[in-house]
């Protein structure tokens, strides 16, 4: 069975590290296994966090252009 995670039918990609190991942690949520960076769908935007020591996220959004952040 394939692992990857889909959205609209096609295969995620982290947009940090290329990984298309991504899992699902609830609804319009997303967890890259490989760098441990956190996504959530906006619309047609993905929200990128860095999870803290401490379980607080920080955005990571200013640091990717909105068309690598871009779904369709």
Not at 22 to 46: K, S
């Amino acid at each position: 069975m394939d692992k990857r995670t889909f959205f609209g039918g096609m295969a995620m990609q982290c947009p940090n590290c290329q990984s298309k190991n991504l899992g699902r942690i609830g609804p319009g949520q997303y967890y890259c296994w490989d760098c441990f960076i956190e996504l959530t769908v906006e619309g047609e935007m993905l929200q990128l966090h860095q999870v803290e020591e401490d379980g607080t996220l920080s955005s990571l959004d200013d640091l990717f252009p909105e068309s690598e952040r871009k779904l369709l």
